[in-house]
């Protein structure tokens, strides 16, 4: 059973910091590979998306990797502001089509310091 | 574009109620569909999955059922609210191959 696991659980920065946010996961058989954002009572939101044969995605001050044969990933937040302040969650699936189920991780909660 | 709605935002209903959630998919066809739960304290669950109007697969034992009625329409039900099926209840759709998953707003429910 695939499990993942965030750390840290929380993390508070001051503004301007760079940060790493780390996940793993047991089962290295793995599709793909998402990190989401969700801000307190709403929905999740997808930020980057690797595939099992990609090893980085970047979007804008986010940059995230993959080492599959480890099972681990990490996002990168360059240059933090308040508004990252967020819970950030990764999640993998092992298959596609009909078989594409996300297994979650617990989150890591950041909060950015103005 | 696509969107999904899902509704309500809040509910609160008492032990032994029903309960009927529901939740629209616009702009795309053949999605696969998914409710998740997510309880004080623990990550998501996956609770039921759907590639297919009446194709409904169950993640976990429980006292909660899905159906897909058309295309688009994902529904969770129960005939009897528990105390433990309190949570936040989200509804998530991907294309049908498996890519990002968008998530709609969620619906905070308690049962008392």
């Known amino acids: 059973k695939q499990e993942v696991t965030q750390i840290p659980a929380a993390l508070s920065v001051p503004e301007g910091e760079n940060l790493v946010l780390n996940c793993s996961f047991t089962d290295s058989a793995i599709y793909n590979l998402q990190w989401f954002r969700q801000d307190p009572g709403k929905g999740l939101t997808s930020l980057l998306l690797i595939q099992s044969s990609q090893r980085e995605q970047t979007s804008g001050r986010l940059n995230a990797s993959l080492d599959k044969s480890s099972g681990r990933s990490t996002l990168y937040i360059a240059a933090s502001q308040p508004g990252d302040s967020a819970t950030y969650l990764c999640a993998v699936s092992r298959g596609g089509g009909s078989n594409y189920k996300l297994t979650f991780g617990k989150g890591t909660l950041l909060t950015v310091n103005p | 574009s696509q969107t999904i709605h899902q509704w309500p935002a809040t509910l609160v209903q008492p032990v032994g109620s029903p309960l009927s959630l529901e939740c629209t998919v616009e702009g795309t066809s053949n999605p696969n569909l998914y409710w998740y739960r997510q309880a004080a304290g623990r990550g998501l669950q996956l609770l039921f999955y759907?590639?297919?109007?009446?194709?409904i697969s169950s993640e976990v034992p429980q006292n909660l059922s899905a159906s897909r009625p058309q295309d688009r329409q994902f529904i969770l039900s129960s005939k009897k609210l528990l105390l433990s099926d309190s949570g936040f209840y989200l509804c998530?759709?991907?294309?049908?191959?498996?890519?990002?998953?968008?998530f709609g707003s969620g619906t905070q429910l308690s049962v008392l």
């Open positions: 759907s590639v297919g109007i009446g194709q």
């Open positions: 998530a759709w991907s294309i049908g191959t498996g890519g990002k998953l968008f």
